[in-house]
């Protein structure tokens, strides 16, 4: 039970000392579309629907950056003069412009109505064309969408515009009651929502496919009557919060460890990790009826699963080679196909695929911290992401797979440290800090999106 204990602890909340510098490992070189998004040409002098439009073209501009790695962004703007009406499409195409982006701004009695255009300068055509309404109250959510509206003119899928962040923060911690609450974000750490006030300590969140709940674990105090005493315990439960009516819903109650649940492609089927037999095994449950079955039977502990969309191959932690390691399986038979993948490191924690099941990332205790890595699905291409750059865990994958959200740690005193979500894409280049002087963050979930 101790080393079980130890292994939770490695999973969920081990963090270390930090470093300083950046270094983008594995960073691939890509051609780039120059990508143009004009000022907007103006239909009003109201001051006020003039500083909404203004905010308006700064959001998508900054939206895009996100995928510098895919579009550079060329400040050629005239400041909206007839760019909507009448764009000058021979200045784009001689200065190697591949999209341009115009729109036209009219006062609304609600806010403004701005209308956009996307012109392929290449082919002189224009490939999306859109009016939308937007009002102060939903600035940000109306820019998100409007820039995902012309990422997917461009590129025919989805972008991460209109995903948000599930994560933890211990921002309401008080005296020596270390408390961690459920929080949910924009993807560019905006507009964040508190979605649980347990008082206690909350683990390990999941996101359904449909982004119609959110499952977590909780450290639940309880009492226990015995021999006449009542006895105080703690377990770790596993609910669910209805993020439309934010009613919460009990999944497991077992004594000992319910947690590290994920959702199938299937809402109602999940795969956790359990320990009411002794040790810690991954079984799979269904919600409604609670019927399980073992997916995993070892006398090691087998925890924090990740499964691909169609089932088929799920990757969890284990100490079966005596220290925790990435393993494999086909979750579909108990134990199928087991076999370990990593082997970088003294230990790993948190392996998560990738949208298409091709790549695991991982955590890995390496030179006294911990980092990043992404390995195939075969245990093939392994690939450093980080280095000197803080002790960094917790990595997942965006929708689209362009992107890894994660945790750093920073230690800035003997006795104080910091603890923030980050984001860089998939080849290792940090793109920003998305919290900041927010409690120490952890274990950050993407909404699903596509």
């Known amino acids: 039970m101790k080393f079980l204990l130890a292994l939770f602890l490695i999973v969920f909340q081990f963090n270390v000392l930090a470093q300083d510098a950046v270094i983008a490992v594995g960073q691939a070189e890509q051609d780039k579309d120059k990508f143009v998004l004009?000022?907007?040409?103006?239909?009003t002098t109201n001051a006020t629907q003039k500083k909404l439009a203004d905010e308006l073209t700064e959001i998508i501009r900054n939206d895009f950056i996100f995928y510098k790695h895919k579009f550079d962004s060329v400040d050629y703007s005239h400041r909206g003069e007839n760019s909507f009406s009448n764009p000058n499409l021979e200045k784009w195409k001689s200065g190697g412009v591949t999209y341009f982006v115009a729109s036209q701004i009219?006062?609304?009695?609600?806010?403004?109505?701005?209308?956009?255009?996307?012109?392929?300068?290449?082919?002189?055509?224009?490939?999306?064309?859109?009016?939308?309404?937007?009002?102060?109250?939903?600035?940000?959510?109306?820019?998100?969408?409007?820039?995902?509206?012309?990422?997917?003119?461009?590129?025919?899928?989805?972008?991460?515009?209109?995903?948000?962040?599930?994560?933890?923060?211990?921002?309401?911690?008080?005296?020596?009651?270390?408390?961690?609450?459920l929080y949910i974000m924009d993807f560019d750490g905006r507009r964040v929502e508190k979605l649980s006030s347990f008082n206690s300590v909350v683990l390990s969140p999941s996101v359904a496919p449909d982004n119609s709940q959110i499952m977590f674990s909780v450290i639940a105090t309880k009492k226990e009557l015995s021999r006449n005493k009542v006895r105080v315990i703690k377990n770790?439960?596993?609910?669910?919060?209805?993020?439309?009516?934010?009613?919460?819903?009990?999944?497991?109650?077992?004594?000992?460890?319910n947690s590290g649940a994920i959702y199938s492609?299937?809402?109602?089927?999940?795969?956790?990790?359990?320990?009411?037999?002794g040790n810690a095994d991954i079984y799979e449950m269904n919600k409604q009826t609670g019927a399980m079955r073992k997916?995993?039977?070892?006398?090691?502990?087998?925890?924090?699963?990740?499964?691909?969309?169609?089932?088929?191959?799920?990757?969890?932690?284990?100490?079966?080679?005596g220290r925790a390691h990435i393993y494999t399986m086909d979750p579909r038979e108990v134990e199928k196909d087991v076999k370990r993948i990593s082997f970088v490191g003294k230990f790993n924690a948190t392996p998560r695929f990738s949208p298409d099941g091709k790549e695991i990332t991982f955590s890995?205790?390496?030179?006294?911290?911990?980092?990043?890595?992404?390995?195939?699905?075969?245990?093939?291409?392994?690939?450093?992401?980080?280095?000197?750059?803080?002790?960094?865990?917790?990595?997942?994958?965006?929708?689209?797979?362009?992107?890894?959200?994660?945790?750093?740690?920073?230690?800035?005193?003997?006795?104080?440290a910091v603890q923030d979500i980050y984001i860089m894409n998939r080849e290792g280049e940090i793109l920003g800090q998305l919290t900041q002087g927010f409690g120490r963050c952890f274990s950050p979930q993407w909404t699903n999106i596509l």
């Open 236 to 257: 770790i439960d596993l609910k669910a919060i209805d993020l439309r009516t934010k009613k919460l819903v009990d999944i497991s109650e077992k004594p000992g460890i």
């Open 106 to 181: 009219k006062g609304d009695s609600s806010g403004i109505e701005a209308s956009y255009k996307v012109w392929s300068v290449l082919t002189d055509k224009v490939i999306f064309s859109k009016d939308f309404k937007v009002a102060n109250s939903d600035l940000r959510s109306k820019a998100h969408d409007i820039a995902d509206s012309i990422y997917r003119s461009i590129t025919g899928v989805p972008s991460i515009f209109n995903s948000k962040l599930v994560f933890i923060s211990d921002r309401t911690t008080s005296n020596k009651d270390i408390l961690k609450e």
């Open 295 to 321: 997916v995993t039977s070892h006398s090691a502990d087998d925890v924090d699963p990740s499964i691909t969309r169609d089932g088929h191959l799920m990757t969890f932690l284990s100490n079966r080679s």
């Open 38 to 43: 004009d000022d907007p040409e103006m239909k």
């Open 364 to 416: 890995s205790w390496v030179d006294n911290s911990f980092d990043l890595y992404r390995i195939g699905a075969d245990g093939n291409n392994l690939v450093r992401l980080t280095k000197d750059f803080g002790s960094n865990e917790e990595p997942v994958y965006s929708p689209d797979g362009e992107f890894i959200v994660f945790t750093s740690k920073r230690v800035i005193s003997k006795n104080k």
């Open 265 to 277: 492609r299937d809402s109602d089927v999940i795969y956790l990790t359990l320990s009411f037999s």
